[in-house]
């Protein structure tokens, strides 16, 4: 039997430590066993009783007065398979940079011969910074995995780069390096809708909605990280590319058809997770409609039909496992198996919409209607899910 990998989790001061309990969770869930050393900055943001409560191992956060062991930062560097800090912060960014060991963490950092992986976490200024930039370019010359923070909303009201990766895909990152990541999706092409459509109306305005494309991508980096080649069609959306993933950007449900319809013949799985717009404005007005001027034409707007992607596609299906998606408001389920069977899908994933659920949400609740039945998935996270629909339908293509 192949033998159980250890991650040194290090936790540093800052708001995204909470996050690292996610992290843990996932590696565990992976198998991979999960030691915590903290900094003392991080115990003021999670309790290292939170740690010891999920690894059931002591957690470490200091030399002196936690545990019997005279050298902890030299047997907590030699239990590592790979030491992964995560959120990292600028100060200890430096420090690592500089090999300086003041606390328990940047000294099993030094002592560490095992991989080591950073993923940072700071204010958009403290990120950007060319002190914390060069750091980080020290630490990659020096062998380090940097695990670059997202752009967004940050906790001190900022935008911009800074926030922590999303735990779903530092776990990723790990595992690979471990060589424990799922390759079970090697070989196989798996092409997938995300996003909205928009319809324009005249140069200024348009019909969309509320899809945000985070569904779409996430299945298509858990599948990427599974070893598949993936092609996301993908509506405008603000979310980024994953890495190895091709993204064919499109702006209209017509657009999006004629993308998928080349992509289509060579997948094995084609997912279609894009909220696509059923109809467009029947004519494009070529200048901007005014409100005045144009009154009567803006009420009467026509509208005609947009192609159906998912049915036009699986009505000729030859090798594609076939995946929709069933956006409901009422009689979700009832509503996702008249899908399956209209949609010629082999699976369509079912989630409730309005009142602020699933659209443009980092988690959301699903169920897997197939032919065979249904199956409940609680809330989750949108890359833990991903996981599972990915799980799902291999175990119909194993069927097939
Ligand atoms: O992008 P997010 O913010 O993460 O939000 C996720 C989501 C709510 C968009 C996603 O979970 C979802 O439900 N996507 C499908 C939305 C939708 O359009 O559902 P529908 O029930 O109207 O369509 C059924 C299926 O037909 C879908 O697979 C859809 O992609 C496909 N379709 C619909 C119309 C059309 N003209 N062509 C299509 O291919």
């Known amino acids: ?70 050298i902890p930062h030299i047997n907590l560097a030699h239990e590592a398979d790979l030491f992964l800090i995560a959120p990292c912060t600028a100060n200890t960014l430096a420090k690592l940079a500089m090999g300086v060991a003041d606390n328990l963490l940047t000294s099993a950092a030094l002592a560490c011969t095992a991989p080591v992986m950073v993923a940072p976490a700071a ?45 779903q895909e530092i776990v990723d990152e790990v595992l690979r390096q471990l060589g424990v990541a799922k390759g079970d999706m090697q070989g196989m092409k798996v092409m997938i809708t995300a996003g909205p ?29 599974r070893g598949a080649d993936v092609t996301i069609v993908s509506g405008p959306v603000a979310v980024d590319a994953p890495v190895g993933v091709k993204v064919v950007r499109v702006q209209t449900a017509q657009q999006m058809f004629e993308a998928s319809e080349r992509e289509f013949p060579n997948a094995d799985i084609a997912i279609f997770a894009a909220a696509v717009a059923d109809m467009r404005p029947a004519d494009c007005a070529p200048n901007k409609l005014k409100k005045r001027l144009d009154a009567e034409a803006l009420k009467a707007i026509k509208l005609a039909e947009n192609p159906d992607i998912i ?88 069927c097939n």
């Open 123 to 167: 204010n958009v200024n403290m990120y950007c910074h060319p002190a914390t930039q060069a750091n980080i370019q020290t630490l990659r010359d020096r062998g380090v995995k940097v695990i670059e923070a997202d752009s967004g909303y940050l906790a001190c009201g900022d935008e911009g780069k800074g926030r922590l990766a999303e735990p």
């Open 1 to 70: 039997m192949e033998q159980q990998k250890t991650v040194l989790l290090g936790v540093t001061g800052c708001i995204a430590a909470y996050k690292a309990c996610e992290i843990l969770r996932l590696l565990q869930k992976a198998g991979v066993r999960v030691r915590v050393v903290m900094t003392e900055a991080a115990t003021k943001f999670v309790g290292p009783s939170t740690f010891e409560g999920l690894t059931h191992e002591r957690v470490l956060s200091s030399f002196f007065g936690e545990g019997d062991d005279p």
């Open 311 to 398: 049915a036009s596609l699986a009505s000729g299906k030859t090798k594609q496992t076939v995946v929709g998606f069933a956006a409901e408001t009422q009689d979700v389920i009832e509503n996702a198996r008249i899908k399956l069977e209209a949609k010629n899908a082999d699976l369509i994933i079912a989630n409730q919409v309005g009142n602020g659920r699933a659209f443009g949400t980092d988690g959301n609740e699903i169920w897997l209607v197939g032919k065979e039945g249904t199956e409940h998935v609680p809330f989750m996270m949108k890359p833990e899910l991903a996981n599972i629909v990915l799980d799902k339908i291999l175990q119909i293509r194993a």
């Open 197 to 225: 459509t928009i319809e324009p109306i005249d140069p200024v305005r348009y019909i969309t909605n509320f899809s945000s494309g985070k569904t779409g991508y996430s299945l298509a980096n858990a599948a990427a990280r």
